[in-house]
């Protein structure tokens, strides 16, 4: 079946590194997603990676895929307060590009 | 160009009422997925439609729910006869092509539905 887990809470200090970390369980995911919600607002996509991917960097944002464990991980580095956020991760499996959300993991960032 | 346009960005209703969520693609989209999320936990995905078209309906509950993305207009999620579980975030996306993945879908803000 299809299903996306995530720590629910991760707590940081301004200027140090944040990872995010996701399991997922369907081995036909294509495209995992990472994902951003600010309070009261929609999602913001971050960044996303094809599974025959293991890495992708963007900026500050570094993805890290380890397909053999179905892992994902974010790792937003010079953590700022404005990254205070819930980030989602979710995969899809192509076809209709269904998307799979995970709970979200709360990051605050504390001075 | 504006993004996914939802409305209204809240609504409450009493148990019994209809719910009828409007939600206006990007320019250019023709795909749209509705998504619920439950408060402290993550979307999930109800339903998918193309113009005229409902795909993929497995996320939504057989009764009471039904959706439509009419050839002119926005797309309209409606619940019929709400109850309190029915509170939650609904929110809407859209993509521009759809199938393999890796398009994009643009989240609009959401309407926070609240039933009494």
């Known amino acids: 079946g299809e299903d996306v887990e995530q720590s629910l809470f991760l707590s940081v200090r301004e200027g140090d590194s944040s990872v995010i970390n996701c399991t997922y369980t369907d081995s036909s995911s294509t495209y995992l997603y990472w994902y951003k919600q600010e309070p009261g607002a929609g999602l913001q996509l971050l960044t996303y990676?094809?599974?025959?991917?293991d890495m992708k960097q963007d900026q500050r944002l570094t993805v890290l895929l380890n397909k053999k464990d179905k892992h994902l991980s974010l790792r937003i580095a010079d953590t700022q307060t404005g990254d205070s956020a819930i980030y989602f991760c979710?995969?899809?499996?192509?076809?209709?590009?269904?998307?799979?959300f995970g709970a979200g993991t709360r990051l605050a960032v504390h001075p | 160009n504006a993004g996914v346009m939802q409305n209204p960005r809240h609504l409450v209703r009493r148990r019994g009422q209809e719910a009828r969520l409007r939600c206006s693609p990007m320019k250019g989209h023709s795909h749209v997925y509705w998504y619920r999320q439950l408060p402290e936990e993550g979307l999930k995905f109800m339903v998918y439609?193309?113009?005229?078209?409902?795909?993929?309906e497995s996320g939504m509950p057989k009764e009471r729910f039904s959706a439509e993305f009419p050839k002119e207009g926005p797309s309209i999620l409606r619940i019929q006869q709400v109850v309190r579980g029915d509170s939650a975030a609904y929110f809407c996306?859209?993509?521009?092509?759809?199938?393999?993945?890796?398009?994009?879908?643009?989240f609009g803000p959401g309407t926070r539905l609240t039933v009494l």
């Open positions: 990676i094809f599974s025959n991917m």
């Open positions: 439609l193309q113009k005229e078209n409902i795909i993929d």
């Open positions: 996306a859209s993509s521009p092509e759809s199938g393999g993945g890796g398009y994009e879908q643009f």
């Open positions: 979710a995969e899809s499996t192509g076809g209709y590009n269904k998307l799979i």
